[in-house]
T-cell receptor, first 115, second 112 residues
Framework: DTGVSQDPRHKITKRGQNVTFRCDPISEHNRLYWYRQTLGQGPEFLTYFQNEAQLEKSRLLSDRFSAERPKGSFSTLEIQRTEQGDSAMYLC?????????????FGPGTRLTVT | QKEVEQNSGPLSVPEGAIASLNCTYSDRGSQSFFWYRQYSGKSPELIMFIYSNGDKEDGRFTAQLNKASQYVSLLIRDSQPSDSATYLCAVKQNFGNEKLTFGTGTRLTIIP
């Protein structure tokens, strides 16, 4: 059973550049979540998909952020015009069924540094 | 009031002792509770989940849930140096809300 994978693992970019991250969930999981974690904090929810449908977006997800899951498999998270405040670990998680009795498993994360 | 609260620590426990980690939550409608372990620079790893009041044991780990007190805890028996990590409590709130809400984590250090 292959776990959640994310690419790249590290990204350094200059302020104002666009970046895109990819997440591949566990193969049989139809739910995919994006979280962001800054130093000393717990992960914060950004958005989630059930299959290809984006069902919820946090108000943390400004207009510069967009996420897609076009075929209900992998997902991408794009940040446009990056700012230094976007520096964080971006975490992807997946789960199989949603609902209350459902566990989310995280990938290794993409660490973004904006200089 | 934060939605999920944890003592940030650090919590230092001698090797072989029991480590006790605590978490309180504000939404009385919360239904599902999770403990994640996070090593420095790594992503969270799910180690326990509990959905019903009472205790749930898995190896050296025991999760305890008291919905009336809005309290969930994690006990680690026979603590090992490899247990040194940050432990994150996460709560899935009321029905229809799929996101996890995390506490800030408790940093645990096991002293050899």
């Amino acid at each position: 059973d292959t776990g959640v994978s994310q690419d790249p693992r590290h990204k350094i970019t200059k302020r104002g550049q666009n970046v895109t991250f990819r997440c591949d969930p566990i193969s049989e999981h139809n739910r995919l979540y994006w979280y962001r974690q800054t130093l000393g904090q717990g992960p914060e929810f950004l958005t989630y998909f059930q299959n290809e449908a984006q069902l919820e977006k946090s108000r943390l997800l400004s207009d510069r952020f967009s996420a897609e899951r076009p075929k209900g498999s992998f997902s991408t998270l794009e940040i446009q015009r990056t700012e230094q405040g976007d520096s964080a670990m971006y975490l992807c998680a997946s789960s199989s069924m949603g609902g209350q009795r459902d566990e989310q498993y995280f990938g290794p994360g993409t660490r973004l540094t904006v200089t | 009031q934060k939605e999920v609260e944890q003592n940030s620590g650090p919590l230092s426990v001698p090797e072989g002792a029991i480590a006790s980690l605590n978490c309180t939550y504000s939404d009385r409608g919360s239904q599902s509770f999770f403990w994640y372990r996070q090593y420095s620079g790594k992503s969270p790893e799910l180690i326990m989940f509990i959905y019903s009041n009472g205790d749930k044991e898995d190896g050296r780990f025991t999760a305890q849930l008291n919905k009336a007190s809005q309290y969930v805890s994690l006990l680690i028996r026979d603590s090992q140096p490899s247990d040194s990590a940050t432990y994150l409590c996460a709560v899935k709130q009321n029905f229809g809300n799929e996101k996890l809400t995390f506490g800030t984590g408790t940093r645990l250090t096991i002293i050899p």
